[in-house]
T-cell receptor, first 110, second 116 residues
Framework: RKEVEQDPGPFNVPEGATVAFNCTYS??????FFWYRQDCRKEPKLLMS???SGNEDGRFTAQLNRASQYISLLIRDSKLSDSATYLC???????????FGAGTTVTVRA | DVKVTQSSRYLVKRTGEKVFLECVQD?????MFWYRQDPGLGLRLIYF???????EKGDIPEGYSVSREKKERFSLILESASTNQTSMYLC???????????????FGPGTRLTVL
């Protein structure tokens, strides 16, 4: 079983729509969770951390469900500029290393 | 502005060649990482270094070695390149935290290596 698994998508949504997707992780003891964003042919960049109680950053909302071992990302009022691959990232063993999901591709169309 | 640079954006090598990929960061970060990224597999950690001259194997170290002689520079070496090492290689760095906690990793632009 992979340490971090994501639905690859693609999710094709119109501008202004809401899109949400999940990722599951293998180690119930993991403590740190993140979403990174990777634009086409670019490097990954941190989008937001995911906190136990859930957190928002503008139009982006992240949730953590420890019981079911998944995290989610919701994007409201989608913009064309939100088109990217979103990487679910978990500090699986609570050390220096991160485990990356393969990414969920989101395409926002006009 | 934080910056991680990699020596080449695109590289084409032949099977059996020795390949050097270099990464430099200007943020005085202690930790540096080398990943490869392949479609459907995500980023996989090859090696990381938490201090000068220190290194630890990641999840897929076979066929690779690394060198960290200076804090700002982390090199990935393919001793004898093979076609299955064709991939996107990403370098990253982060500042040190206590074990069990985490600081953001900053990535370089990547090197797309093709081995013929």
């Amino acid at each position: 079983r992979k340490e971090v698994e994501q639905d690859p998508g693609p999710f094709n949504v119109p501008e202004g729509a809401t899109v949400a997707f999940n990722c599951t992780y293998s180690n119930s003891a993991s403590q740190s969770f993140f979403w990174y964003r990777q634009d086409c042919r670019k490097e990954p960049k941190l989008l937001m951390s995911v906190y136990s109680s859930g957190n928002e950053d503008g139009r982006f909302t992240a949730q953590l469900n420890r019981a079911s071992q998944y995290i989610s990302l919701l994007i409201r009022d989608s913009k064309l500029s939100d088109s990217a691959t979103y990487l679910c990232v978990v500090n699986i063993r609570n050390d220096y290393k991160l485990s990356f999901g393969a990414g969920t591709t989101v395409t926002v169309r006009a | 502005d934080v910056k991680v640079t990699q020596s080449s954006r695109y590289l084409v090598k032949r099977t059996g060649e020795k390949v050097f990929l270099e990464c430099v960061q200007d943020m005085d970060h202690e930790n540096m990482f080398w990943y490869r990224q392949d479609p459907g597999l995500g980023l996989r950690l090859i090696y990381f270094s938490y201090d000068v001259k220190m290194k630890e194997k990641g999840d897929i170290p076979e066929g690779y070695s690394v060198s960290r002689e200076k804090k700002e520079r982390f090199s990935l070496i393919l001793e004898s390149a093979s076609t299955n090492q064709t991939s996107m290689y990403l370098c990253a760095s982060s500042s040190r935290t206590g074990l069990g906690s985490y600081n953001e990793q900053f990535f370089g632009p990547g090197t797309r290596l093709t081995v013929l």
